[in-house]
């Protein structure tokens, strides 16, 4: 339970980020606190180094935020952009920052896909990346799960249909 009415997120914001969370291994996440401009939704790992955050504005307003919070903090951070109705309304996007050695690398829109061995990962809009949850984290890799365009599209519409109706269970 939240203590105080401004500390409480949006319950699609929790869902989402519990959705992303479980891809993950069990993790120390805990809040963010403080005034770090990126939600109020923003949970952080320092074992996996990985900051995840959710906001019902599909603007997005976070972006400059969020590449603050990895440099100054070290840590990749996941930004998710529902809508206040996810894959109903409108598409739910992610946008990702991932720590380099210098610069902190900023992947914008992208897709939840759920392959059919029931891994997540995150589709760019092109065919030509993705990014796996893995035990340390978020991993980055040019290699997609999917062989064609057909098997992108079914991992994209199984992870907006989980997304649904974990929505309507709100």
């Known amino acids: 339970m939240y203590c105080n009415p401004e500390d409480a997120r949006p319950r699609a914001s929790t869902m989402l980020i519990d959705y992303m969370l479980s891809a993950l291994p069990p993790g120390d996440f805990r809040p963010t606190g403080g005034n770090t401009g990126l939600p109020a939704s923003a949970v952080k790992s320092r074992t996996l180094d990985l900051v995840v955050a959710a906001t019902p504005v599909m603007a997005p307003i976070f ?3 969020a590449l603050r919070y990895a440099r100054s903090n070290a840590c990749d951070v996941a930004l998710i952009r529902h809508g206040f109705e ?4 409108g598409p739910v996007r992610i946008d990702i920052v991932l720590r380099l050695a210098s610069v902190p690398l900023l992947l914008p829109d992208l897709s939840l896909y759920r392959h059919v ?8 809009p092109q ?3 993705s990014i796996s949850f893995g035990p340390h984290g978020l991993c980055f890799s040019s290699l997609e799960p999917w062989l064609d365009a057909s098997e992108r599209s079914e991992g994209l519409e199984r992870a907006a249909a989980e997304i649904v109706r974990a929505c309507r269970r709100l």
Do not use: F
């Open 127 to 129: 065919d030509d990346l």
């Open 63 to 65: 972006d400059e935020a």
């Open 117 to 124: 061995s029931g891994r997540l990962y995150l589709a760019a």
């Open 86 to 89: 996810p894959e109903t309304s």
